[in-house]
């Protein structure tokens, strides 16, 4: 069975530090992967998607980054964060294939910028 | 751009009460339809899901109808339960892409 994990589980940051989030998932070749952020008590924002190494599409302009170095691994990254980027971030995988895929979560890391 | 509309932002009910939550869509091309749960500091969970060949599913207590002539899809849930407190987020497919477009999700509360 498909298993996804993604760490550390909760951060605390200051502002201005870089940001290294990792998500991995096992039992599937070539998923789709996606990062989202969710504010406090706010809905689902798509951040990044892949549906292959090295191929990554961003959807809304931030100062995050996403890359992913291998099939099964997808890093969110920021060189400076900034107070608005805490959040908590869930990374999600679905089978290749388009949209009718079901993505399925990860269970996401809490971050705190101060 | 294309989105999704959902309705009610809060709903509170009664045990063993029904609840129904709408959520309309504006992509003609949006073909699949999943309803995720979201407790408490946890990850958005899959519940039940829709394909746009189907008008309605059931799975127990759960059950998705979809009616794509008017672009809506509802979640009923009957005869809740405490645990069944939650927020809940519908999406749609976005067409030719592999992208959902999500609802701004609901929050259920059942009273005891």
């Known amino acids: 069975s498909q298993t996804i994990h993604q760490w550390p589980a909760t951060l605390v940051q200051p502002v201005g530090s870089p940001l290294s989030l990792e998500c991995t998932v096992e039992?599937?070749?070539?998923?789709?992967l996606y990062w989202y952020r969710q504010a406090a008590g706010r809905g689902l924002q798509l951040l990044f998607y892949s549906v292959g190494i090295g191929q990554i599409s961003s959807e809304v302009p931030q100062n995050l980054s996403a890359s992913r170095p291998q099939d099964r691994q997808f890093i969110l990254s920021s060189k400076k964060l900034l107070l608005s980027d805490s959040g908590f971030y869930l990374c999600?995988?679905?089978?290749?294939?388009?949209?009718?895929?079901?993505?399925?979560f990860g269970p996401g890391t809490r971050l705190l910028v101060l | 751009g294309e989105n999704v509309e959902q309705h009610p932002s809060t709903l509170s009910v009664q045990e063993g009460d029904s609840a129904v939550i709408k959520c309309t869509y504006s992509d003609s091309a949006s073909n699949y339809f999943p309803w995720y749960k979201q407790e408490l500091g946890k990850r958005p969970q899959l519940i039940i899901d829709i394909r746009s060949n189907v008008g309605e599913k059931k799975d127990q207590r759960i059950a998705v109808t979809l009616n794509k002539t008017a672009k809506h899809f509802s979640l009923h849930i009957t005869e809740t339960q405490p645990e069944d407190s939650a927020v809940y987020f519908c999406?749609?497919?976005?067409?030719?892409?592999?992208?959902?477009?999500f609802g701004t999700g609901t929050r259920l509360k059942v009273l005891a």
């Open positions: 039992g599937t070749s070539n998923p789709n």
């Open positions: 999406a749609a497919s976005l067409g030719g892409t592999y992208k959902y477009i």
């Open positions: 999600a995988w679905s089978a290749p294939g388009g949209g009718m895929e079901t993505q399925y």
